[in-house]
């Protein structure tokens, strides 16, 4: 991201954008496409790894990579899948995600 945007108008870059709605998945592929060849981006689909044990561990080792590799973009599809407890009743380890 162009940090000498938010400093001409005052603002401190908070370090992240959270994405939600449809359109998500465009509007990561858009930061993506206008961002530097030096931004490392990783990417998981939630709901192929939610028979795999693919939960909050799982996302907390992507921010770890992503920390490792700045910049970076990380960009989860589905987050909503893990940790689901059957149903539309979400699993309470969710809320550590």
């Given amino acids: 991201m162009r940090n000498d945007a938010y400093v001409k108008h005052g603002i401190e870059f908070p370090g992240f954008f959270l994405l939600i709605g449809d359109p998500e998945t465009f509007m990561a592929k858009a ?3 206008e961002s530097s060849s030096e931004v490392s981006f ?3 689909c939630a709901g192929e790894y939610e028979d795999v044990g693919f939960g909050p561990a799982g996302i907390e080792d992507l ?4 920390k490792d590799k700045q910049p970076s973009i990380i960009f989860i599809d589905q987050l909503e899948t893990i940790g689901q407890a059957g ?7 969710l809320k550590q995600v």
């Fill in 87 to 93: 149903g539309t009743q979400l699993h309470p380890s």
């Fill in 63 to 66: 921010f770890y990579q992503a």
């Fill in 31 to 33: 930061v993506v496409g």
């Fill in 42 to 44: 990783l990417s998981v």
